[in-house]
């Protein structure tokens, strides 16, 4: 493992302080009971809606749901803010300014009484969380090659740990009540405000992005040394820089090309496939529904809490063992593993809901439903939500890197959204048959994952891309198959098109 200080205190950090999104996106979880109450007594007041009435029940759907909204809409902007604004400017001021709105959003819901409030701040979460996809790419563009993959997972693991950290105090009899709920958005404020300070004031921002994106290359060098060290070898840095750049002969690439250049389809189908382990698992669902869920299938509020808690303090390990794994046994076997275990879970959940629908609520069945939470848990300690975003950056060059993240994030947010929506309904009126197709698309994707995913541990980004292209036939550039017959035809045809005969390498 690379062993500079000064990058593992900046890694250290941002998995500490970043970590606001993670914890706003648990709030409506860990908080359900209060937040209910909240809500229910509220629309009560003004609106004389029941908190045990249909309408109610849609209301709290929608708010949950609003999430996703904010999912939605960061997605459809990641692109143009990573090329406008930059690595840092989006992951850091961006993300870490939305979640100070977010705070201030859901402290106003409670102090003011308006529900309406907290539906703002949810979606901005929403927002916050899908844009730490962006500093996982930041800091892999930041790291040496060979510690691209524990950079990214330390972060990724520090919001699950921060949450562990957290989770007791949202206990009924500590914070966990409709009197003190708030102080949980509260710390989200203090944490958004120090990485917005801290991380905008001492850290540069990629040196991958100052020498490709903004052909600085002075500023570059600061930068490296920063994050590789003052004994870092910038002449070699620096070719590995001008290798990935060289792959793509332009400086944008456009939508369309994606589907023009064969390695790009190619890297974005792969990538696609991974972006959608989590969209297909129950991680997203859980994350708004579990605490309901549990109190459904038949414990209290208390036992609901302290099963998260204890769910949470198991998978604990897996955030240690995920740095270590990622660079020891590489991507590919960690990243099926992750879809395995999620994949599993879905089954155990499955399972809890049919034996709900056909025998009632009871220990067995909350039982087994945390049995499945133990092994999805495990998946997201692994980096269930790293392993998109970790792979974009080592399996697209420089150029393409912000529209791919947009296009293999959209199809998946989109997935998700659809699914929080339909949950509380479609289990209510389908049961374990809403969960079924979940578990059947997630096992296809493991076997197309396992035929299909490449290995990309410590090699460099022009050699992972061009090794992209199809073994079986003969490729001089990255378009099309080109069969030996046809090769002088298609030369002559490429001439012809400065397009496929320009933009790649």
Known sequence: MYHNPRLLSVVFFHAIFSAFGDIQASVINYMAVPLRTFFGRSLQQRFGIGPNSEIFEFIYSIIASSFFGGVFIAGAIMAICMERLGRKGTSVYLRSFIGILSSLAMLSAKWLDKPELFLIGH??????????????????ECAPTECRGWAVTIIGSGGGLILLLLSPLCMPDIWGNDRDWWLIPAICLLFAMCHIFLAGIYFPESPKHLFIGGENKLEAKISIHFYHGKNADIAQIFNEFNSEQLVVHRKNVS?????????????????????????????????QYLESMLINFGLNQSAAMASTIVITA?????????????????????????????SIELAFIAFAQFIFDNFGSGWIVAGIALIGCSFGQA??????????PMLISEIFPYQSRAKATQLTQFPAMLIILCLVLAYPSAT???????LLPLLA????????????????????????????????????????????????????????NERENCLFS
């Open 379 to 388: 998946s997201v300690n692994l980096g269930i939500y790293n392993i998109n």
């Open 123 to 140: 979606f901005l979460a929403g927002m916050v969380q899908t844009l730490k996809n962006v500093l996982f790419i930041y800091m892999a």
């Open 428 to 434: 209510k009126n389908f049961g374990s048959l809403f």
């Open 314 to 342: 198991l998978g604990t390990p897996f955030s240690v063992l995920a740095p270590i794994l990622v660079e020891s046994k590489g991507r590919r076997p960690l990243f099926l593993t992750i879809a395995l275990l999620s």
């Open 441 to 496: 698309f997630s096992l296809l994707i493991i076997f197309l994952l396992f035929l299909w995913l490449p290995e990309t541990k410590s090699k460099p980004i022009d050699e992972i891309f061009r090794n992209l292209a199809d073994s079986r036939t003969p490729s001089l550039t990255d378009y099309g198959s080109i069969e030996c017959g046809e090769m002088k035809e298609e030369k002559n045809n490429w001439k012809k």
């Open 255 to 287: 939508l369309s090309d994606f589907w023009v250049s064969r390695r790009l389809r190619w890297a974005t189908a792969i990538t696609l496939l991974v972006a959608f382990v989590p969209a297909f698992s129950f991680a997203n669902l859980k994350g």
